[in-house]
């Protein structure tokens, strides 16, 4: 029994500091970037603020089903956090070279797509506490975040007429 509550525990420790690295370092670092874009055509919803990530364990371990949660929670933070690091620097050049998302190739604006897609789950994941079971939550969360990337017809519309009128007013 002892060794079980010594893995749980330790399990534990490993997300928080998981948890705490992946929010407060990767996050951040491709929050930034993400600004600097403009013209984006999809709804981003992603803010960085201060997370005490001591709450969140500590509603966590209330769970009846959180040990299988920290453990999934873990593994998947692991393997978006490792993903993302991968792509920061494409995603940095390509800032650099153009940061009007209009303006972008396809490619490109996949790349930008699918690393926000990363960074969404890694944010939501390191705030959200996870009442049922984290593959229920894990499906509906993709969800939402593919319904955040649609593009926007009214966005696009706007960004349209807001170049036109530069054009002309020049």
């Not at 009007?100 to 897609?117: A, P, Q």
């Amino acid at each position: 029994m002892d060794n079980i509550v010594n893995s749980i525990e330790e399990d534990i420790v490993n997300l928080y500091k998981n948890r705490h690295n992946d929010y407060n370092k990767t996050l951040k670092n491709y929050i930034n970037l993400f600004n600097k874009i403009i013209n984006i055509d999809f709804l981003a919803n992603m803010k960085y603020k201060e997370i005490d990530f001591e709450t969140i364990i500590n509603n966590e371990l209330t769970n009846i089903i959180y040990p299988e949660n920290i453990y999934y929670k873990f593994h998947t933070l692991n393997f978006y956090n490792d993903e993302l690091d991968l792509k920061l620097n494409i995603v940095s050049e390509v800032v650099n070279t153009c940061n009007d998302y209009s303006k972008l190739k396809k490619e490109e604006k996949k790349i930008i797509k699918d690393t926000y897609k990363l960074a969404r789950s890694i944010q939501i994941i390191c705030t959200t506490d996870f009442i049922d079971h984290f593959i229920d939550n894990y499906c509906s969360m993709n969800l939402n975040i593919e319904n955040e990337l649609k593009s926007n017809f009214m966005l696009s519309c706007k960004f349209y007429i807001n170049n036109l009128f530069k054009k002309y007013c020049r």
